[in-house]
């Protein structure tokens, strides 16, 4: 594994799941990584644990993406902790709160939008000062197929998921002059506590018939965010065994 010496990675929400995934791959392919979490500083500890043991260089941050002190906090502890910027950021952390839109509240609405978009937005600002100034970068957002296409009891996350989508474009659009990529992954059923209540007949919805990993979300993150992927700008990934198709 040969590391970046410039440069380094914040992964949100990566306590567990698909973000745990992604902060394990992204330091195997050379990234310092910095672990975002929310409340699960124990399951934080453990990713930091195995990436350190397998020689890559971890820290775990907790912090609510939520809050508008947040993007300053996780960036400023990120580059602190590495002493170099962060020049690869993962928005992964997102929530749901369904409910058929006739009964949705106000505060399932805004919990998730300021989780799920408005986080993303703020670390986006926030991290593109160093991007600009190395003039690389590798934004990626984790959407979802629920962006794309439409799910019942979903308004609030498919509303974020699709701004998200949005977002990615515009900030592509804005700096891909300045070596920066901005691109989004919409999974589609990926095996994690977030889906565990799922009932499992609906996998046969999905063309592959089966539910993806937390690591195939990440194999194509970890692409997104290489130098392979200089040239893509602004795509929206689906990693969803065929759903959106
Ligand atoms: P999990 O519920 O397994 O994990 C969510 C992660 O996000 C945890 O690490 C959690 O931290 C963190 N998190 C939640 N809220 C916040 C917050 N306010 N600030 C910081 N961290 C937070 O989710 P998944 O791994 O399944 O999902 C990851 C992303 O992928 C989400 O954006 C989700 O919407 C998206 N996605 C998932 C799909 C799936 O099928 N699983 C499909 C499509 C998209 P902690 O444990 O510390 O609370």
Same mark, same amino acid.
């Given at each position: 594994m040969a590391e970046r010496p410039d440069a380094c990675a914040l992964v949100t929400g990566?306590?567990?799941g698909i973000g745990a995934a992604t902060a394990k791959s992204l330091a195997r392919d =050379?990234?310092?990584v910095a672990v975002n979490y929310r409340s699960d500083a124990d399951g934080a500890a453990a990713v930091v644990a195995e990436i350190e043991a397998s020689g890559g260089r971890a820290v775990a941050l907790g912090a609510d993406v939520a809050s508008p002190e947040a993007a300053d906090e996780l960036l400023t502890g990120a580059e602190s902790h590495f =002493?170099?910027?962060v020049l690869a950021l993962v928005n992964n952390a997102g929530i749901a709160a369904d409910n058929l839109i006739s009964m949705l509240g106000d505060e399932e609405w805004q919990r998730v939008i300021d989780t799920n978009l408005t986080g993303a937005f703020r670390l986006t600002r926030r991290a593109l000062k160093s991007m600009l100034r190395a003039r690389f970068g590798r934004?990626?957002?984790i959407s979802s197929v629920v962006g794309l296409r439409a799910n019942p009891g979903q308004a609030n996350y498919a509303a974020a998921k699709a701004g998200l989508i949005a977002m990615t474009k515009t900030v592509t659009?804005?700096?891909a002059r300045r070596g920066i990529t901005a691109n989004a992954v919409a999974p589609g059923w990926i095996d994690t506590d977030m889906t565990a209540d799922v009932e499992s007949e609906l996998l046969s919805h999905v063309?592959?018939?089966r539910a993806g990993t937390p690591e195939e979300v990440a194999a194509c993150v970890s692409f997104l965010a290489s130098d392979a992927a200089a040239y893509v700008n602004g795509a929206v990934l689906a990693v969803d065994g065929g759903l959106a198709a």
């Open positions: 990566a306590s567990r =050379g990234w310092p =002493g170099v910027p934004i990626v957002n659009v804005e700096v063309p592959a018939r």
